[in-house]
């Protein structure tokens, strides 16, 4: 079936209802055996040093998966680089479909965006809710490891996190991808409840060094509430695509992302959270209404490029889970 790249989440029932197989771009950036070489290309092309790594790394990406040949852009709601990526991406022969979310959460403006892309895919509304229904029971699932993660204490921050982000497409087979976490709830079932770690809260954009998982449990700290990969999950009880994607927290603004998150840190009885913000993003301007709103001890984190956790956050780290304990 032909593939279509998307720079963020999307209504993804749509491209699944069209018969074609969504491909989230930044989990193929990510999971490349050198993700830092497609950085190296998109800057030897043209792209500036001082520019968001995701950007460029899709940009590597769609060039290098040459059966990638339409692409879905977030041209509101996520990265304003987006359209310049759009943009370089045209000239190199690429299609493009823009999807815009209302900064308001406008449910007509959100229902028309929705309807260009069908359009554009020729499938209907009939079609997009029998999608709805066939990814909801994969998304439960995956509601199921996450609050096995936080009540329960028997999944690690890490797959908490990888199987939540994976909801932006589901690996392209929902079917397959459900039958690999029905594997992970198994296990999580029968293993011991963990104890006595630090319970901390993930916010922000999902980040470019996995380490971070692994750093901290070897430091007897748990992440065990990933706000933006949770999201992805659409953990929204809706029969509704429209409202579906006007209850997803991440394109809209940062006061609407904060009710949620303040609520799941209440109900998840956090310790501390750390807030992600990449670097030359935005959204690094937003954490200062964070820590203004959020009460709640905080670290900030940036990262630039993929690779290992570098020695000044390692100590950062550090210091804030001793300033925990």
């Not at 790394?57 to 977030?74: C, E, F, M, P, W």
């Not at 579906?244 to 904060?258: D, N």
Request: negative net charge; charged residues 30%; aromatic residues 12%.
């Amino acid at each position: 079936m032909p593939k279509v790249g998307i720079t963020t989440t999307v209504p993804v029932e749509v491209i699944y209802a069209a018969g074609r197989v969504p491909v989230d771009l930044n989990n193929v950036f990510i999971a490349d055996e050198n993700p830092q070489s497609l950085i190296e290309e998109a800057e030897l092309a043209g792209y500036p040093r001082n520019l968001c790594a995701w950007i460029k790394g899709i940009y590597s990406t769609v060039l290098k998966n040459q059966d990638i040949r339409t692409l879905i852009a977030v041209t509101q709601g996520d990265c304003s680089n987006t359209h310049a990526l759009m943009e370089t991406l045209q000239l190199a022969g690429v299609e493009i479909v823009p999807f815009a979310y209302p900064y308001d959460r406008d449910v007509d403006l959100l229902r028309l965006q929705m309807e260009k892309v069908m359009h554009f895919f020729d499938v209907t509304w009939e079609q997009v809710r029998e999608q709805k229904k066939r990814l909801d029971r994969v998304r439960s699932r995956v509601w199921e490891l996450d609050r096995l993660t936080w009540e329960e204490n028997c999944v690690s921050g890490w797959d908490n996190h990888l199987y939540q982000i994976s909801c932006s497409d589901f690996n392209g087979d929902p079917e397959k991808f459900a039958a690999e976490v029905d594997y992970i709830l198994e296990k999580a079932r029968l293993s011991e409840p963990r104890t006595g770690e630090l319970r901390l809260g993930y916010i922000g954009v999902p980040p470019i060094m996995g380490e971070l998982y692994p750093y901290l449990e070897e430091r007897g700290a748990r992440i065990v509430f990933n706000e933006t990969q949770r999201q992805f999950t659409m953990p929204f009880d809706t029969t509704d695509p429209v409202e579906q994607y006007r209850f997803y927290t991440y394109p809209y603004g940062v006061f609407y992302r904060l009710e949620d998150i303040g609520r799941e840190a209440a109900r998840r009885k956090l310790d501390g959270i750390i807030h992600y913000a990449q670097s030359f993003c935005f959204r690094q301007i937003e954490d200062l209404i964070i820590r203004e709103k959020l009460d709640f001890p905080l670290l900030t984190l940036e990262g630039d490029k993929p690779g290992r956790l570098d020695a000044r956050t390692r100590m950062r780290l550090d210091v804030f889970l001793d300033m925990l304990r």
